[in-house]
């Protein structure tokens, strides 16, 4: 009966710890921000989490990215074939500022998609 609970509990350990790491296949990814303008703009972004209590809920945060200046909003895992980086938040709102005209972040050609050692990153400039 020892020997069982020891194995049953180095089984379990062991099947935390290999969850813990990424799949494979599924690189790191960034998704940035990109202000160009004089002017800080602010912004908030939700994603959708998965809780294993509670089930999916949209988590949100606000952002505010300086002039001349970029800010990584979101870094996760996902598959090297993903498609679609508009997707991957649930929301995105933009707080106008006068006399700056912004970029749709609905818009998948909004956001630029660069490769560093097979890593994607998909970069959206915030305003024209």
């Given amino acids: 009966m020892k020997n069982l609970f020891k194995s049953t509990l180095i089984l379990l ?3 935390i710890l290999i969850s813990c790491f990424p799949m494979q296949g599924s690189p790191m990814t960034a998704f940035i921000v990109k202000n160009t303008s004089e002017k ?9 989490k998965m809780s294993q209590t509670f ?3 949209e988590v949100t945060n606000s952002f ?3 002039a ?3 800010i990584i909003v979101r ?3 996902f598959k090297k074939d993903g498609e679609n980086p508009q997707k991957w938040f649930s929301k995105f709102d933009i707080f106008p500022v006068e006399g700056i005209e912004m970029n749709n972040p609905n818009l998948a050609e909004n956001w630029k998609k ?11 400039t915030i305003n024209k």
């Fill in 13 to 15: 350990i062991s099947v």
């Fill in 40 to 48: 800080p703009i602010s912004f908030s972004a939700s994603v959708i």
């Fill in 55 to 57: 089930g999916p809920q």
């Fill in 64 to 66: 505010t990215v300086k």
């Fill in 68 to 70: 001349k200046d970029s």
């Fill in 75 to 77: 870094q996760t895992y």
């Fill in 114 to 124: 660069k490769s560093n050692d097979n890593v994607p990153t998909y970069t959206f």
